[in-house]
């Protein structure tokens, strides 16, 4: 069956920096586009970064400069490295699959983020 598993999650200082993953099983992880969304009380579900199979990148302006999206394929795990965070960065991090060509996509369960002030 599909999995995606996020981890990294947790509580950081406003400034810090935090490193997720997510590691995928079951879907030909390297033909997949895979990104990070994220969702928080007060906002709309946001794509916050994406990779695609070819390795090209896409950031939501707000964290441009700040978050970092990369993948390894031999481990079938995506990374998204956050850095100078900011309370507004408090969400759940949700890791999401695409295979473009069959119109699939799979979800993970998130990982909390927290960024405190």
């Known amino acids: 069956q599909v999995q995606l598993v996020e981890s990294g999650g947790g509580l950081v200082q406003a400034g810090g920096s935090l490193r997720l993953s997510c590691a995928a099983s079951g879907i030909p992880f390297s033909v997949n586009d895979m990104g990070w969304y994220r969702q928080s009380p007060g906002k709309q579900r946001e794509l916050v970064a994406a990779i695609t199979s070819g390795g090209s990148t896409n950031y939501a302006d707000s964290v441009k400069g700040r978050f970092t999206i990369s993948r390894n394929n031999a481990k079938n795990t995506v990374y998204l490295q956050m850095n100078s965070l900011k309370p507004d960065d408090t969400a759940v991090y949700i890791c999401?699959?695409?295979?473009?060509?069959?119109?699939?996509?799979?979800w993970g369960q998130g990982t909390q983020v927290t960024v405190s002030s």
């Open positions: 999401n699959a695409e295979r473009r060509a069959l119109s699939r996509r799979y």
